[in-house]
């Protein structure tokens, strides 16, 4: 990490969660890191626990459904330090919601925290990258396991549709820069269930009958040896996060393979990260 040293990253979802664990391994490998969110009290609690370590965190309040605000910050940080190094878009909405019952405003609010707002930094920092004739950036996009497989729990239909979205986004950019011949790198990390906020109360079953919800499972398409063995119920709750049982990562987890992507040399890309925890039902 040493050659990041000094370097600006912008870490989006910085208040809490995986993006905050993020932010104190970047801090700890001495970036100076520009930590986003609309919760930016969050942020700068966190930036006065880190005082003293090699680097520093700035809290900035950003709406990332507001473009006028992302620009605002990409402004600031150019014109203190020409251009941003690396870039971690982690900040996600998920839906409460199956999609049969979902409403559109919480779609378009998904579509512009989970993929428009993503869109926006990567283009907007990839063009600050290139004018500077900076070619050794960083883009890190912080996915899901259901940027791969569809999740069986019906409110995360339509939030996985925008992490496949995240998903394609990220290559499209990749197959953009390495027509130009760039070495910018892009990186898509794939978390499987993370102990954050993001997990209470977003795993409910469709029918609090589990046996109801099995027959709705296999009826769309989730093969029988794919269900899980326990009543997801159980996940939902204090089990999740007391259990001896390792059914969630922790967010320092996700933040040390950030680390381990911003590690690699400059002739190498990890492309593609998927982490789980080792048990998941
Ligand atoms: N935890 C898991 O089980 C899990 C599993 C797979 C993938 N992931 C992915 O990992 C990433 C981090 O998740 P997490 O678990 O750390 O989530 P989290 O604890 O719910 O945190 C979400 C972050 O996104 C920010 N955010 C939400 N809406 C925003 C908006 N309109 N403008 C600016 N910031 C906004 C939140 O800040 P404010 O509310 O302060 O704005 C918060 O910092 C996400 O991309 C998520 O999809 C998580």
Not at 64 to 87: A, M, P, Y
């Amino acid at each position: 990490m040493e050659k990041w040293e000094g370097k600006v990253a912008l870490v989006t979802g910085a208040s809490k969660g995986i993006g905050a664990a993020i932010c104190i391994e970047l801090v700890k490998s001495g970036m100076i890191v520009y930590g986003i969110a609309r919760s930016v009290e969050l942020i700068q609690a966190l930036s006065d626990q880190l005082k003293g370590q090699k680097g520093q965190l700035i809290a900035k309040k950003c709406d990332l459904r507001v473009k006028s605000q992302i620009l605002d910050v990409f402004t600031e940080i150019e014109k203190k330090h020409g251009l941003v190094h690396v870039v971690v878009n982690n900040a996600s909405v998920s839906g409460s919601a199956s999609i049969m019952d979902g409403e559109t405003k919480d779609w378009r609010n998904m579509l512009a925290v989970n993929v428009v707002a993503p869109a926006i930094t990567c283009q907007k920092a990839i063009n600050l990258m290139m004018e500077k004739d900076y070619d050794t950036g960083h883009i890190i996009n912080i996915g899901a396991t259901s940027s791969h497989n569809i999740s069986i729990y019906p409110s995360h239909h339509f939030w996985s549709a925008t992490k496949y979205g995240l998903r394609s986004m990220t290559e499209g950019f990749s197959m953009e820069l390495k027509s130009l011949k760039s070495h910018i790198k892009m990186t898509h990390i794939s978390p499987g269930n993370t102990k954050t906020d993001f997990l209470k109360g977003k795993m409910m079953p469709f029918d609090p009958d589990f046996e109801e919800f099995k027959k709705f499972a296999v009826r769309v398409g989730v093969k029988e040896e794919n269900l899980p063995k326990k009543n997801p119920v159980d996940l939902t709750g204090e089990g999740i996060y007391n259990s001896e049982e390792p059914r969630a990562l922790k967010p320092g987890d996700v933040a040390d393979y950030v680390i381990y992507a911003l590690s690699s040399p400059l002739h190498a890309e990890v492309s593609e990260l998927t982490i789980r925890p080792i048990q998941t039902y």
